[in-house]
C-alpha cells in the first residue's frame, strides 16, 4: 500500500507522516483526519509562521522588480552627479541623475504597493471570515518566470452579501494541481473589505 505524502501549504515541504505543525518551517497544518485533511478552518486570529511575510515577499514579481528598480534609481542617484560634479560635466550629472530619480521613485512605489497588498492578504487569513468559493480558471502565467518556471495561477472566485467577487493564487504546479475548474474551496475574506481575500489552507500568493 502507497503511503500518503503530506505537503506543507507554508513552504511547499512534504513528508511522509502527518504533524501537526511542518517540520520545515513550523506553521500550523490543516487538521487531519482518516487519511485526508479536513475542510476545518481554525478560529481567528489565526496563526501565521515566523519569516513567513519575508519568505512570500521576495517571490512575489512586483517586489522583485522594484527592488531591482530602486537599486539602479538609487546608484545612478548617487554615481552620476558625483561623476558630473567632478569632470564638470553638468549636463551628464542631471540626465543621469533624473533617470536615477526616475527609476528611484517606480521601484520603491511597486515595493511599497508589494508589501502593503501582501499585508493585506495575511491579515485575510489572520482574522478573514470563512465562506465557500470556486475555481473558474487555471492558467500558466507565461509573462512571469520564477528560478526558471512559470507559476501557475488559480483563479476563484466567491459571493459575500449577494456580490461575486473574485481574486486569485498563484504558485508552482505542485502546489496547486489539486485545484480543478469549478471545484469549491475555502475563502478568508476581510469583513470591512471583502475584495480582499485569501484561500485556506494558505497557498503561495
Known amino acids: 500500500m502507497q503511503s500518503s505524502i503530506y505537503s506543507c501549504h507554508w513552504c511547499n515541504s512534504q513528508f511522509k507522516d502527518y504533524h501537526e505543525r511542518c517540520p520545515n518551517c513550523g506553521g500550523p497544518m490543516p487538521i487531519h483526519s482518516h487519511d485526508s485533511f479536513s475542510a476545518s478552518i481554525p478560529a481567528a486570529p489565526r496563526e501565521i509562521p515566523n519569516g513567513f511575510f519575508w519568505k512570500k515577499l521576495v517571490t512575489r514579481p512586483l517586489f522583485l522588480v522594484g527592488a531591482i528598480f530602486s537599486f539602479i534609481g538609487t546608484l ?38 508589494s508589501i502593503r497588498n501582501l499585508k493585506k492578504i495575511l491579515k485575510a487569513y489572520r482574522e478573514g471570515k470563512p465562506t465557500t468559493g470556486k475555481v473558474i480558471q487555471a492558467y500558466f502565467n507565461y509573462h512571469v518566470r520564477i528560478n526558471g518556471r512559470h ?20 504558485g508552482f504546479p505542485e502546489a ?6 469549478g471545484q469549491e474551496l475555502d475563502v478568508l475574506y476581510l469583513t470591512e473589505n471583502p475584495s480582499i481575500s485569501t484561500v485556506y489552507p494558505p497557498l503561495i500568493h
Open 76 to 113: 545612478f542617484c548617487v554615481l552620476y552627479p558625483g561623476i558630473g560634479l567632478t569632470t564638470g560635466m553638468l549636463l551628464f550629472s542631471i540626465i543621469g541623475g533624473g533617470i536615477g530619480f526616475i527609476f528611484a521613485v517606480l521601484g520603491y512605489t511597486f515595493l511599497y504597493i
Open 176 to 181: 496547486l494541481a489539486h485545484l480543478q475548474m
Open 151 to 170: 507559476p501557475y495561477v488559480i483563479l476563484y472566485q466567491y459571493s459575500v452579501g449577494g456580490r461575486m467577487h473574485t481574486a486569485k493564487v498563484s
